[in-house]
């Protein structure tokens, strides 16, 4: 199983975009999807998750801007990012918690994918 993630890119300051990240392989169950960010010389934070039921929560810092939703059908997070800022320039990254036969609940990560916001 594979976590890949894309989407990211320059945006000017209050503009949007919109993230991706998809689980490969078959006959797997995922439970939460997460969506964290790690910006230039400061510790990696959870931005977002979303139950498997499609409860989400939010950081203070993304509340009202970010939406995180999810398709079960295509094993996919996504995160609709708007009134981007500065600030929110870092490296995101999705992560999940995957049930694999044969090897119970295990913890995936997607590598990284760049935003940058411009002022």
């Known amino acids: 199983v594979q976590l890949q993630a894309f989407g990211g890119g320059l945006v000017q300051a209050g503009g949007s975009l919109r993230l991706s990240c998809a689980a490969s392989?078959?006959?797997?169950?995922?439970?939460?999807m997460r969506w964290y960010r790690q910006a230039p010389g400061k510790e990696r934070e959870l931005v977002a998750d979303?139950?498997?039921?499609?409860?989400?929560n939010y950081a203070d810092s993304v509340k009202g801007r970010f939406t995180i939703s999810r398709d079960n059908a295509k094993n996919s997070v996504y995160l609709q990012m708007n009134s981007l800022t500065p600030e929110d320039t870092a490296a995101y990254y999705c992560n999940a918690r995957i049930y694999l036969i044969g090897r119970g609940w295990t913890l995936f990560w997607g590598q990284g994918t760049l935003v940058t916001v411009s002022s």
């Open positions: 392989g078959s006959s797997i169950s995922i439970d939460f």
């Open positions: 979303i139950s498997s039921g499609g409860s989400p």
